[in-house]
């Protein structure tokens, strides 16, 4: 009943109208407005008039335009950095820590012992190319099976347009080709006459897609080193493939080995206090406050007294000669619960020495979306992070290897020996996957590939670095060499034999620094708040508005509207009464009386309101249709009451 | 009738936009006016409130608020001019630097016999009259026969001198003769020089040969640096007559230099390497020059993907006065920047693999008005003398060299030469060391002016490097490694290669975070305007239409009614002037109300919706008590019709 009473009210109100003309309108909104152009246009003579018109015209396009601007520049999500930097008690990094060389060549002698035959003939050959050597005569043949596979050979460029090839160790038994045997006498003096003249003399090896087939390519090497390190690396990735993993963390270092001494702060720490993980790259690494189970570790002082302090022996005798030729811990900071990528990010440190690494702590915070394209925890990127197997978190570097071995899994069927697998997967091996070098080595310098791993990678929102100020002095020193030998010998062997020596010996110390962080943090430049008050301060400027003026001039807009559609109505009933009347005996109304209507404009409106009545609502029985015909005749005073009691 | 269209229309105008003064008759009027009718907040109220001190409140409330926009105003137009840092990190392909790498030794000790022969026996005979330092016994002997009948002029030109602190004398290391010592003492090393030292000094003289009489002497703490010093001015000297296809000789070639290359995966040669002449470290080779055009990227990072080289540092060959230490330098640097090895150059140990991991930082500053930097140095008054986009580094040593130019008449050697300039030797300018080192005195003291005159770049590219170094090859590959390289070096060399003349070199991308650090304007005109409407609402409500208001009322408006003013009284005077001569009554003043208040005569114009309402009844009508209701909105119609406003006008008046 309410409802139909205010709806009933609201019609006579529709009925009745604004009750004036355009231009009262206009008017009274420039008279009562509380934006401070239009005022002056009616309050001022004619040529004032004219100024102010314009005047406000332009200062209502300006506001608009900056309006323009300044949503614009909103809309852009620039952000500013803000820096600070100093000391604060922070956590300690986690401090992964590795052999340069990946397993105890005493442990693996057994599995590459062909191999290095292999390896050590060929040098022979390479170096000492005279053929009918003594010393082939007493070794054991030689398992060629291996060499077969990804030979390694040497490319004669003295003749440009036919290059000569030779395999180091078929060329002394058959000759190769048609030109190989034309030359087979002056083979020796090919093979030792390297680079004369700008001529390359490259040791090169071919590889093959499938074994016998022509889809051949050879790697170019223009030094016989790296030819022969990377033939060991490639050859000796697919014996140990074969190994399972926990022969092969067997065959690495051992932490109680490695780890001789620890502290940190004042307290004592050993080998079981870090986690060992296996890289792949490095074989057995030992992890420092990786904060996996524990709590990580706070560092409230600055100064090598308050950080960590370690001693290490790498054993160099025992190192696999030709896989690494550098010899050193490698080591690395990174953040907690995050894998370490030691090739990427991981620093030497020499044997014999003592080295400091004060660590600054850099550290960018940034918004997310739609500020910056980054990724708070990785699981908005279109990549299957395989080292979440280690349970670390998400990280670019992760990302682009986990992209890479995807992209290996799909094209060559197997997986990288340097990467994670994903399931159901097996790592490479030259018995299984006799073309995967071919498929890697076309994989690894594809271009097209990199970009898009690169592409569909993001890196994380909060980046932190460590930026490390790295020194080092000789140690132990010559006074003190005995006693620290004879002590750390004697507590890792209990043997007072000395078993160590300066080859293999490290002390780290790792600290923090004076000022131990450095954030740069990311805050939106333009927030909400900033835009509404520029938008204030902009129609206030120019115009001295505010959002209750916009709203003022929203009411006259509807109420022009208003004006319109009831003219409108009036001028179509008008037509119809036009007709009707025509069609009615009565006399047409007079002059005065059109002129009347037209202004007094009471009169008008309430006639125009009759139409919508009848075209919006449906007729309504209950209340009695007012008779317009009739109102439009009774004297202004019966109006009042009418509307009074509706 | 036959008026021009364009008179027409400007009569037109003329006619229906009359000028006229304001209509406010005094200053107070029109100050009473404003106050009631302005935008601003605080003048109603002056006008408004009743009671002295609440009016004096608010006028002073008014006026502090004024203050306090201008002062407001005031500090956003002096902050305007402020940056913002922005940080981004973009993970993308990086552009590989370019790595110019450089032997520590400039130059073949065996191929610069023929030219330092005679210097190095000197300084050897020098080592040995003051230290008694001598390569073997046999030898010195026959030397110092020598000595005598060949007489050098490397001592004539400048004296090596031993003297003791107090008794100002000094013995020429030559004649063995004590001299008394002229001009002033330059301690080359430290200012203060223990006086309870009884070690004796060594250092040498400088004079300049026009005037002998002015010396400048320079000392040293240690023998080790003035013998060092002494050695380069003569090294400097000699080398700077040798031509520059000679000294390229002279030096390493890249298949000396460069035993075995690897960049992303693959083998690279000499090719990739740019040669380019240091004037104090010799050839130095420059991988990823960008001179063929194109310039490498890396879209991977780590070690594996980076620059991997092993260099043959010839220790043999080692001059032994000019450099005392063993190894490469290198410096990563832009292709379009000058690598000033000798400043900041990064040295590499031989018997080591150094590994450096790079970490990309762009930098931005804003120019002018912002900071005072430069965008392409285009606009600093001293000539590039590189071949090199602009930098600090280059513009300091640019002006230091034109200054040499100027003043010492030739280049110095380490340098590039300017147009028509030569290096500096003694055959030529005899004077030219005792120059030279006035003149770097003055440039260390900014007595030059270089510091104030060059500017920093305003964009620059850095490259922070993390070196680490590991023992390489080690114990057990060291053998066959060394086989196998001295077989890559091929026969040039019939021996076998040792550890320590090899280094190995690895320059690679920690990561492909470029980071880009970027100032922006913090203000733009709109945010300007915006805090301006933001003070100027605040304090007063206030807007442009006010200030254009102010200026109306307070000088267009005032002007003109001071101006009125003065005028009406000249013409009364001149009226009193007339009517006393012919007597005729003054016109009395009718005008009772006035000014914009004045609805009668508030314009030219017909009265507007509200004035209308404030018109005086015509007096004759009767009062009725309500007023005829479409009274205003009749007025309100004929308002606005479009009658002709001359005669309105005529009407009124």
Redesign the interface.
């Known amino acids: 009943m309410n409802l139909k009473k205010y709806c009933v009210r609201a019609l006579h109100r529709l009925q009745k109208g604004p009750g004036y003309t355009y231009k009262e309108l206009l008017v009274w909104y420039c008279d009562n407005t509380n934006t401070h152009g239009p005022k002056r246009i009616i309050k001022e003579g004619p040529k004032k008039k004219l100024i102010w018109f314009f005047l406000t015209l332009l200062f209502a396009s300006l506001v608009f335009w900056q309006w323009g601007i300044l949503i614009n520049t909103y809309l852009s999500y620039n952000v500013t950095s803000s820096l600070s930097i100093g000391f604060k008690t922070m956590k300690f990094p986690a401090v992964t820590v590795c052999n340069a060389n990946p397993f105890k060549y005493s442990e693996v002698k057994h599995l590459l012992k062909e191999l290095d035959r292999l390896i050590e003939a060929a040098l022979e050959r390479i170096l000492q190319p005279t053929p009918g050597n003594s010393s082939e005569n007493a070794s054991p043949p030689l398992d060629l099976g291996l060499w077969h596979q990804i030979p390694l050979v040497l490319i004669d460029e003295h003749d440009k347009d036919n290059p000569v090839i030779l395999d180091i160790f078929e060329s002394n038994q058959t000759a190769l080709g048609n030109e190989t045997a034309g030359r087979a006498p002056s083979r020796g003096s090919l093979l030792l006459s390297p680079r004369r003249d700008g001529l390359t003399l490259p040791a090169l090896r071919p590889q093959c897609s499938h074994q016998g087939s022509d889809n051949c390519t050879y790697r170019n090497f223009t030094s016989a080193a790296q030819a022969v390190t990377e033939w060991y690396i490639l050859q000796s990735t697919s014996i140990l493939s074969k190994v399972p993993l926990q022969e092969r963390i067997r065959m690495g270092y051992q932490a109680e080995d490695m780890i001789l001494a620890c502290l940190y702060g004042a307290e004592p720490c050993n080998y079981k206090n870090f986690t060992q993980i296996y890289h792949p790259d490095h074989g057995n690494c030992y992890i420092f406050n990786w904060g996996m189970d524990e709590e990580a570790l706070n560092s409230s002082n600055p100064g090598a007294e308050f950080g960590l302090k370690l001693i290490l022996d790498i054993s160099q005798q025992d190192y696999i000669p030709y896989l690494s030729s550098a010899a050193g811990a490698r080591l690395m900071l990174h953040q907690q619960k995050s894998f370490p990528f030691l090739k990427d990010q991981g620093i030497y440190a020499m044997a014999g020495t003592e080295t400091s690494i004060g660590v600054l702590v850099d550290e960018l915070e940034r918004m997310g979306y739609p500020y910056s394209d980054c990724t708070m925890n990785g699981s908005d990127v279109p990549v299957k992070n395989l080292y979440s197997q280690y349970n670390t978190s998400y990280s670019i570097q992760a990302c682009l290897r986990s992209c890479f071995q995807n992209h290996m899994v799909e094209i060559c069927g197997c997986g990288h020996y340097m990467f994670p697998l994903p399931e159901g997967v097996n790592y490479c091996n030259n018995e299984d996957n006799p073309g995967w070098a071919y498929c890697y080595s076309s994989l690894r310098s594809s271009i097209r590939h990199r970009q898009i791993c690169i592409d569909s990678c993001k890196e994380t929102c909060n980046d932190t670095q460590y930026k490390m100020t790295i020194s080092m002095a000789d140690w132990p020193s010559e006074a003190s060499e005995d006693w620290i030998f004879h002590i750390l010998s004697y507590e890792r062997d209990m043997s007072t034999n000395v078993t160590l020596d300066r080859n293999g010996i490290i002390k780290l110390n790792i600290y923090f620094q004076e000022y131990n962080y450095r954030t740069i943090s990311e805050s939106a430049a333009t927030t909400i708040v900033w835009l509404l008050s520029s938008l204030g301060g902009q129609f206030g400027f120019w115009m001295g508005g505010s959002v209750l003026c916009l709203i003022e001039f929203g009411e006259i807009i509807i109420d022009s509207l208003w004006i319109t559609i009831i003219n409108v109505i009036s001028w179509c009933k008008g037509l119809k009464q036009k007709r009707v009347q025509a069609r009615y005996p009565d006399a047409p109304p007079t002059v005065s009386e059109l002129v009347e209507a037209h202004t007094n404009l009471g009169f008008q409106h309430e006639d125009a309101g009759a139409l919508p009545r009848d075209e919006a609502l449906p007729p309504e029985p209950g209340t009695p249709p007012p008779n317009y015909d009739s109102l439009r005749v009774q004297p202004l005073d019966v109006l009042g009451p009418d509307s009074d009691a509706e | 009738g036959a008026m021009a269209p364009g008179k027409k229309i400007t009569a037109r105008i003329k006619r229906?936009?009359?000028?006229?003064g304001p209509q406010a008759p005094t200053l107070s009027e029109l100050m009473r006016w404003y106050c009631l009718?302005t935008?601003t907040h605080g003048c109603r109220r002056i006008v408004v409130s009743r009671g002295r001190l609440r009016r004096f409140i608010w006028i002073l409330l008014t006026l502090s608020a004024v203050g306090l926009i201008l002062w407001q105003c005031a500090e956003l137009l002096m902050n305007y001019y402020s940056a913002?840092?922005?940080?981004?990190?973009q993970?993308?392909?990086l552009p590989f630097p370019a790595v110019t790498i450089c032997n520590i030794n400039p130059y073949k000790y065996s191929s610069m016999k023929d030219y330092l022969s005679e210097l190095d026996k000197e300084t050897k005979k020098a080592l040995e009259t003051f230290y008694g330092f001598s390569e073997g016994k046999s030898k010195v002997r026959r030397s110092v026969d020598e000595w005598n009948s060949t007489g050098s002029d490397f001592f004539k030109q400048i004296p090596l001198l031993k003297f003791e602190e107090f008794s100002k004398t000094a013995t020429d290391f030559r004649s063995g003769q004590k001299r008394k010592i002229e001009g002033s003492v330059f301690h080359k090393d430290s200012s203060i020089v223990n006086s309870g030292d009884s070690n004796d000094i060594i250092g040498f003289q400088l004079c300049d040969a026009n005037n002998s009489s002015e010396c400048a002497l320079y000392t040293f703490s240690s023998g080790v640096n003035a013998i060092q010093e002494w050695y380069k001015l003569h090294y400097m000297n000699i080398m700077a007559q040798i031509p520059l296809e000679t000294k390229e000789k002279l030096s390493y070639s890249a298949?000396d230099l460069l035993?075995?290359?690897?960049f992303d995966?693959?083998?690279?040669?000499k090719r990739h390497f740019t040669r380019f002449h240091h004037p104090l470290h010799g050839n130095c080779y420059t991988f990823n020059s960008g001179e063929n055009g194109t310039i490498l990227s890396t879209?991977?990072?780590?070690?594996?993907y980076g620059l991997q080289v092993?260099l043959y540092i010839d220790e043999a060959d080692y001059n032994p006065f000019l450099v005392t230490s063993t190894g490469a330098k290198i410096i990563v640097h832009d292709q379009n920047e000058y690598p000033f090895i000798e400043d900041i150059g990064t040295e590499i140990e031989t018997a080591?693999?150094t590994?450096i991991?790079m970490?990309f930082t762009r930098s931005r500053k804003l120019s002018k008005p912002y900071s005072d930097c430069t965008e392409t140095g285009a606009d600093i008054p001293v000539e590039n003398l590189y071949n090199k986009s602009y930098s600090l580094q280059i513009c300091l040593h640019s002006c230091f060299q034109k200054a040499m130019v100027d003043s010492c008449g030739c280049a110095q050697y380490a340098q590039p030469l300017p147009a028509g300039a030569e290096y500096c030797n003694y055959k030529k300018n005899p004077n030219w060391m005792y120059c030279y080192y006035r003149l770097h005195e003055k440039f260390v003291k900014e007595q030059l002016g270089c510091q104030q005159i060059c500017k920093d770049a305003c964009s620059f590219k850095e490259w922070?490097l993390?070196?680490?170094?590991?023992?390489?090859?080690?114990?057990?590959?060291e053998?066959?490694?060394l086989?196998?390289?001295s077989?890559?070096k091929?026969?040039k060399i019939n021996k076998k290669l040792n550890k320590t003349d090899l280094a190995?070199l690895m320059v690679f991308y920690?990561?492909?975070?470029e980071?880009f650090i970027s100032e922006?304007p913090a203000n733009?005109l709109?945010?300007l305007?915006?805090?301006?409407?933001?003070q100027?609402?605040l304090w007063m409500?206030?807007?442009?239409?006010?200030v254009?208001?102010i200026v109306e009322v307070f000088f267009i408006d005032s002007l003109s009614i001071v101006m009125r003013r003065q005028w009406q009284k000249a013409k009364k005077w001149w009226n009193d002037r007339k009517r006393d001569r012919s007597g005729k009554p003054p016109q009395a003043s009718n005008l009772e109300r006035q000014g914009h208040d004045n609805p009668v005569c508030v314009?030219?114009?017909l009265p507007?919706?509200?004035t209308a309402l404030r018109l005086p009844l015509p007096q004759d009508s009767p009062l009725p008590r309500t007023p005829p209701?479409?009274y205003s909105?009749?007025r309100?119609?004929t308002?606005?019709t479009d009658q002709l406003?001359d005669t309105l006008e005529v009407g009124q008046h």
């Not at chain 2, 879209?299 to 594996?304: A, I, L, P, V």
């Open positions: 229906t936009l009359p000028v006229k009718n935008n913002s840092v922005s940080v981004t990190v993970f993308q392909k298949d035993l075995t290359c690897f995966g693959l083998s690279c040669d879209s991977t990072g780590g070690s594996e092993v080591a693999a590994s991991g970490h922070a993390t070196t680490s170094i590991a023992q390489w090859p080690s114990t057990v590959s053998d066959w490694m086989r196998v390289l077989w890559d091929g026969q190995n920690k990561d492909l975070n980071r922006n733009t709109v945010i305007l915006s805090n301006f409407g933001g100027l609402g409500s206030c807007s442009v239409v006010c254009i208001e314009d030219e114009d507007t919706f509200n209701p479409n909105t009749l309100l119609e308002a606005f406003p």
